[in-house]
C-alpha cells in the first residue's frame, strides 16, 4: 500500500495548461476524458479500426445529469458512440427490493431497470457519494455491462475505492478517474448549485448554522473549483457570518487532508477564495435587472441553463422549452450581459442578418441555389432555431416590461437603493402599494424600503407599510418572509454600510476603470461586491472585516486570482459584474459562484422557507 | 485537473485476489445468473468457487440466455457497416481528389481512361452513400420490430441519429468537393472555348453556378460541334451536377433524423426524462398502427364484397333487360351493346 501512495504524484495529470480561469474550457477537458474522444477522433480521422468502436452506455445519478448537461449535449455524446445513458440511481431502488425479499428470482423479475448487455462498454460518472458507491459494489458484483470505467466528480474516499475492488470479482474496471466537475458552469467564470427552498435550502435551525446537507454540498463544490483551476488558495470570509466561517473552516480543512492533491505550482501572489455572505448585501437580489441574462432569469427563471417558456402567451410549440447555453450559442454568449436597450439593436441585427439569408434561400431557381440551399441547410437551421428562440425571448421580455410597470418601478427602486431621500421615496412607496401590482413586487418594494431607512434619520414608517400591505391582502407567509429578511439581514446582521457611499462615490470607490460607460436611471446600483473586490484587488480589504482563516496563510498583496463564493445565493447582476471585470481588467481573474443563483422571487422563496425554520 | 486513480484501485484489486484465474466471466465455470451474484453476501463472494459449483447444479436452464448478452445484437453490426463503408468512401474520396488534380492540368494526351476512372470512382461514392443511407433506414424499421426491449430501441434510435449525422457530415464534405471541382472544370473549359463560351453564358453565371438550363444547353453545344473532347468534357459535367443532386435527395432524407443542435433536444437530461415516455409513445403508436392495420384489411374486404355484389346486381339488370329486349326482333343497334354484356356474363359464369 505505502508503494502505491509514494507514487501519488505521478497520478496528478495536469488537464489544461492554460492560465486563463475558463470553466467551460475545463469543463471540456473533463468531457474529453469521460468520452475518451481522442481515440475516437483518431477512429474518424485515421484508420478505422473495427475493435476500437466500442459501444457505451452512460450511467449517471441525478446530478451528474445535469452537471454534464450545462458542459455538453446529445449529439457529442452519440457521436462518441454513447448510445445509451441512464440514471445509475434506478439500480438502487431495485436492489433496496432485492435484499428485502431476499429471492434471487423474484428480484431479477424486479430489477428490469437496466438490461444486461454485455456487448456495452460502462462510462459511470457519479458523485462519490455513499449510496452511488453502493449502487457501483453491487453492480459489480454482477456486472451487467462488458467493462467498466469509474469516473466520479469528486474526491473518492480510499475506503470506498477498497470497498469496490473488493466487489469487482470480475475484473470489470479498467479506469478509475476523478473529474473535479462537482459544480454547474453557468458561464465561463460563474458557477452554481442548486441549493435553494424548497428542496435543499441552506438555512438550518436558526439564522446562524446551516443545513448539514447543503454545507457538505457547499465544501464539495468550492473543493471542486479550486481543484479544476488547480489553486491552493488563503482563505477570507466575512468576519459577522457564521456561515461564511465554519464553510472557509471545513474547505481548508479538505485541502490539508490531502496536500499532495493540492500540491500545485506556488504563484507569486498566493490566490484568494474570498467567502461572502448574502445577508451583506440584500439589495442586489431584490432590485429589477436590466441586463438580458438576469431579466430571463427574473422574469422566467434559467434552471439548469433551460428555460420553460409554456406560460408565455402564443408560444410556438417547439419554443415551449429553450436551452440558453453561452458556449454553444454565439448570440447569447455576445448579449448575455447587455441591458435591455442594447439588446434590442443586437437582437434587430440578428434578424436582419438570418432575413438576408432568407431571402437568398427562398429564391431557388437553378441547381446551384438548390445545391447552396442544401450545402447550408444545417447551418442555416440552426440559425433560423436561435433567432426564433431569441426574439420570442426578447418579446416576452418587453411584453413583461409594458405588463408589470418595470420602468416605473425600477426607478422608484434605484431611489431607495441610492438616493437618501426619505419623504419622497415614502411617498412613492406607498402610491405604488396602492396601485393594481403583483404582491411580489408589493413586497420587494417594502422590503427595499425598510432595509434602507431601517436607521436613518427619520422614523422608519414601516409598520404603517406593512398595515397597508396588510389590508391589501398580500398573504401572510409573504409577510412573514418579509419580515424573516429584515431578521437575517437587517442593519444590525451587515458588516458594513451597505448605503453608505452613493451612486456618486461608489464608482470612483470601486476602481475598477471602463465599467458600465453610461449610466441611466435603471442602473445607478453598484452591488457592494465591486467595492469589495475593488478593495481586494488593490490589497486594500480590511482584515477585520474579511479575516483570514486561521492555519490557511495570509498574505497582504494585491490578489490576481480570486474565487468568490456567496453562501446563500449569487445574482446575475455579480455574474455580470464579475464578467466585466475579467473583460476589461488585464491580469485580474475573476471567478464567482454560490449556493444557488437567485432572482428576487427565489431569493424571497427562501425567505419564506426561513421563516418557517427559525421561529 | 483531474487525477487518476486507476494505479490505486488495481493494487487494491489485486490485494484482494481471492481467485487467482479470474478471467473476466469464467462462464464454463461459474453460470451466474443476473440475479443471483446481486443476492450474494459477503460470505458467498469469499467463496465464489463453492458458489459457483451450487449455481450449476441448480440454475443450468439459464445458461443459453446468459450467453446471449454477451455478443451485441446483430442489428449493431450496422453500426460497423456504416462507418466501414464511411471509411471506404474516405478513402476512395482522396483517391478521387487526386485524379481531380491532376485531370484539372491542361493536357494533350488522349486522357479518357482517366476520366472513365474518375467517373466510376464518382459513381462508387455516390453508390456508397446510397447504402449507408438504406442502412440507416433499415435500422429505423428495425424499431418496429416486437421483440426488442425498450433499452434496445433506445439504443437503436440513438445509434441512428449518430449515423445519420456522421454520414451527413461526410456527404456535406463530398459535395463540397464536387462544386469546387465542377468550378475548377468550367473555368478550364471557358479557356479552352473562349469564343463559343462566352457567346452562349454571360460572365456572371459563373459565379451563379450550374442551372438546369446549362445542363441542356450545353448539352445542346455538345451536339452541335464535333469536337468529342467537348462532347466529352460536358457529358462529364453534366454527371456531376446530377451525382451532386443525388446526394442531396439523401440529404434531405437523412436530415430529418440529425438532432437539431442548441434546442431542448440536445439536452442530456432533457433525453433522460423524455425516454421512457418516448418509449411508452413509441408502443402507443405501434399498437394503433397495428389497430389500422386490421382496419384496413378489413376495410378492404368489405369494399371487395361490395364491388363483388354491385357487380353482380349490375349484371343481372342487364341480363334482365337483354332478355326482354332479345326477345322482341333484333333491333340494328344491338351489337355495340351485345358485346360488353356477353363478355361479363361469361365473366360472371366463370366465377
Redesign the interface.
Known amino acids: 500500500?505505502s508503494?502505491?501512495e509514494g507514487?501519488g504524484l505521478?497520478?496528478?495529470?495536469?488537464?489544461?495548461s492554460s492560465s486563463t480561469m475558463d470553466l467551460f474550457k475545463a469543463a471540456q477537458?473533463?468531457v474529453d476524458?469521460l468520452l475518451d474522444t481522442k481515440a475516437s477522433a483518431h477512429e474518424v480521422s485515421g484508420?478505422?479500426d473495427?475493435s476500437g468502436?466500442k459501444?457505451k452506455i452512460l450511467l449517471?445519478d441525478a446530478e451528474t445529469?445535469?452537471i454534464?448537461?450545462m458542459i455538453?449535449?446529445?449529439?457529442l455524446?452519440?457521436?462518441n458512440?454513447?448510445?445509451?445513458?441512464?440514471?445509475a440511481t434506478s439500480l438502487f431502488a431495485a436492489?433496496f427490493i432485492?435484499?428485502a425479499t431476499?429471492?434471487?428470482?423474484t428480484?431479477?423479475l424486479d430489477?428490469p431497470n437496466?438490461?444486461?448487455?454485455?456487448?456495452?462498454k460502462c462510462v459511470v460518472f457519479v458523485r462519490p457519494t455513499t449510496e452511488s458507491v453502493q449502487i457501483i459494489v453491487?453492480e459489480l458484483?454482477?456486472p451487467?455491462y462488458?467493462?467498466y470505467e469509474l469516473y466520479f466528480s469528486n474526491?473518492?474516499k480510499?475506503s470506498a475505492?477498497?470497498r469496490?475492488?473488493?466487489?469487482?470479482?470480475?475484473?470489470?474496471?479498467?479506469?478509475?478517474?476523478?473529474?473535479?466537475a462537482d459544480y454547474l458552469v453557468i458561464n465561463k467564470d460563474l458557477f452554481g448549485l442548486n441549493l435553494s427552498a424548497p428542496e435543499q435550502c441552506i438555512f438550518g435551525d436558526a439564522p446562524e448554522s446551516w443545513a448539514p446537507g447543503p454545507f457538505m454540498r457547499s465544501v464539495e463544490a468550492i473543493t471542486s473549483v479550486l481543484?479544476?483551476l488547480?489553486k491552493k488558495p488563503i482563505i477570507r470570509y466575512e468576519a459577522n457570518s457564521p456561515l461564511a466561517k465554519s464553510l472557509a473552516i471545513e474547505t481548508l480543512y479538505n485541502i490539508q487532508q490531502d496536500p499532495k492533491?493540492f500540491d500545485f505550482r506556488q504563484m507569486d501572489t498566493p490566490p484568494v477564495l474570498l467567502i461572502l455572505d448574502r445577508k451583506n448585501d440584500p439589495v442586489t437580489p431584490l432590485l429589477t435587472p436590466w441586463t438580458y441574462q438576469a431579466m430571463v432569469h427574473a422574469y422566467l427563471g434559467i434552471k439548469?441553463?433551460?428555460v420553460d417558456l409554456s406560460g408565455v402567451p402564443d408560444v410556438r410549440p417547439?419554443m415551449k422549452?429553450?436551452?440558453l447555453?453561452a458556449d454553444?450559442?454565439p448570440f447569447y454568449n455576445d448579449s448575455m450581459f447587455m441591458n435591455f436597450g442594447d439588446l434590442g439593436a443586437s437582437i434587430k441585427e440578428y434578424v436582419d442578418k438570418y432575413q438576408a439569408r432568407t431571402r437568398s434561400n427562398m429564391n431557388i431557381?437553378?441547381?446551384?441555389?438548390?445545391?447552396?440551399f442544401?450545402?447550408d441547410?444545417?447551418e442555416f437551421?440552426?440559425l433560423s432555431?436561435?433567432v426564433t428562440?431569441h426574439v420570442t425571448l426578447v418579446s416576452e421580455l418587453s411584453r413583461r416590461v409594458n405588463t408589470d410597470n418595470l420602468l416605473e418601478i425600477s426607478e422608484l427602486e434605484q431611489s431607495l437603493a441610492c438616493n437618501d431621500n426619505h419623504a419622497h421615496d415614502l411617498k412613492q412607496v406607498r402610491l405604488f402599494l396602492s396601485h393594481n401590482l403583483p404582491d411580489e413586487t408589493k413586497i420587494r418594494l417594502v422590503a427595499l424600503y425598510a432595509l434602507r431607512y431601517e436607521r436613518g434619520e427619520q422614523p422608519s414608517q414601516l409598520p404603517s407599510l406593512l398595515d397597508q400591505l396588510n389590508r391589501a391582502n398580500v398573504s401572510p407567509t409573504k409577510l412573514l418572509a418579509l419580515k424573516t429578511l429584515l431578521r437575517y439581514a437587517g442593519d444590525k446582521e451587515r458588516q458594513e454600510d451597505l448605503f453608505k457611499a452613493d451612486s456618486i462615490f461608489s464608482r470612483a470607490q470601486s476602481g475598477f476603470k471602463g465599467l458600465q460607460g453610461v449610466e441611466n436611471v435603471y442602473t445607478q446600483h453598484v452591488t457592494l461586491l465591486e467595492r469589495t473586490l475593488g478593495a481586494l484587488v488593490k490589497g486594500r480589504l480590511r482584515e477585520n472585516l474579511y479575516p483570514f482563516i486561521e492555519g490557511g496563510g495570509s498574505s497582504r498583496d494585491k490578489a490576481a486570482d480570486i474565487v468568490v463564493f456567496f453562501v446563500g445565493g449569487v445574482t446575475y447582476e455579480e455574474a455580470k459584474l464579475v464578467a466585466q471585470i475579467n473583460a476589461s481588467t488585464p491580469g485580474l481573474r475573476v471567478v464567482v459562484g454560490g449556493t444557488a443563483v437567485h432572482s428576487s422571487k427565489t431569493f424571497m422563496e427562501d425567505m419564506e422557507y426561513a421563516s418557517t425554520k427559525w421561529q | 485537473m483531474f487525477r487518476d486513480r486507476t494505479g490505486l484501485y488495481y493494487s487494491y484489486r489485486q490485494s484482494y485476489a481471492r481467485h487467482p484465474q479470474s478471467a473476466p466471466y469464467p462462464y464454463s465455470a461459474r453460470s451466474s445468473t443476473p440475479a443471483a451474484a446481486a443476492g450474494h453476501t459477503l460470505d458467498d463472494a469469499r467463496n465464489p468457487l463453492l458458489n459457483a459449483a451450487d449455481e450449476a447444479a441448480g440454475t443450468g436452464e439459464d445458461d443459453s440466455a446468459i450467453e446471449l448478452d454477451v455478443l451485441p445484437p446483430s442489428w449493431t453490426d450496422v453500426d460497423d457497416e456504416v462507418n466501414q463503408i464511411l471509411e471506404l468512401i474516405k478513402q476512395k474520396s482522396q483517391k478521387l481528389d487526386k485524379l481531380h488534380q491532376e485531370h484539372i492540368l491542361p493536357g494533350f494526351d488522349d486522357r479518357s481512361q482517366q476520366e472513365a476512372i474518375i467517373e466510376n470512382l464518382t459513381r462508387e461514392i455516390t453508390q456508397h452513400f446510397h447504402e449507408c443511407q438504406a442502412r440507416i433506414k433499415q435500422l429505423g424499421m428495425l424499431v418496429h420490430q416486437a421483440d426488442l426491449t425498450s433499452a434496445q430501441i433506445n439504443m437503436c434510435k440513438n445509434m441512428q441519429i449518430s449515423l445519420a449525422t456522421k454520414v451527413q457530415d461526410s456527404s456535406t464534405q463530398f459535395r463540397k468537393k464536387q462544386s469546387a471541382y465542377l468550378k475548377k472544370l468550367r473555368g478550364n473549359r471557358q479557356a479552352e472555348l473562349p469564343t463559343t463560351y462566352s457567346a452562349v453564358y454571360p460572365e456572371d453565371d459563373l459565379d451563379v453556378g450550374f442551372s438546369q438550363s446549362q445542363i441542356q444547353q450545353s448539352a445542346q453545344l455538345a451536339l452541335n460541334s464535333d469536337d468529342t473532347m467537348i462532347r466529352q468534357r460536358e457529358a462529364e459535367i453534366t454527371q456531376i451536377a446530377e451525382g451532386i443532386l443525388e446526394l442531396a435527395e439523401i440529404f434531405r432524407e437523412l436530415q430529418t433524423m440529425v438532432i437539431d443542435q442548441g434546442t431542448v433536444l440536445d439536452r442530456i437530461d432533457y433525453n433522460i426524462e423524455n425516454m421512457k415516455e418516448h418509449v411508452k409513445a413509441a408502443e402507443v403508436e405501434l399498437r394503433q398502427a397495428a389497430h389500422y392495420q386490421q382496419r384496413t384489411q378489413k376495410c378492404k374486404v368489405i369494399l371487395f364484397l361490395l364491388l363483388a355484389v354491385l357487380l353482380l346486381a349490375v349484371l343481372a339488370t342487364i341480363k334482365i333487360q337483354h332478355r326482354s329486349s332479345s326477345s322482341p326482333s333484333p333491333p340494328s343497334p344491338a351489337p355495340p351493346s351485345t358485346q360488353p354484356t356477353t363478355t361479363p356474363s361469361a365473366d360472371s359464369r366463370s366465377l
Open positions: 500500500m508503494t502505491t507514487c505521478d497520478w496528478l495529470i495536469s488537464a489544461h477537458t473533463y476524458k484508420v478505422y473495427s468502436g459501444m449517471l445529469t445535469s454534464l448537461s455538453t449535449t446529445q449529439s455524446l452519440l457521436k458512440e454513447v448510445y445509451l445513458i441512464e440514471y436492489t432485492s435484499t431476499n429471492n434471487v428470482h428480484s431479477r430489477n437496466r438490461e444486461r448487455m454485455r456487448h456495452l453491487d458484483r454482477d451487467k462488458g467493462e474526491v473518492i480510499k475505492l477498497e469496490m475492488a473488493e466487489a469487482d470479482d470480475y475484473e470489470v474496471v479498467k479506469a478509475v478517474v476523478e473529474l473535479f481543484l479544476t488547480k492533491l439548469n441553463g433551460r417547439d422549452e429553450i436551452v447555453a454553444q450559442d431557381e437553378s441547381i446551384a441555389d438548390m445545391k447552396r442544401v450545402e441547410y444545417p437551421r440552426k432555431g436561435n428562440k
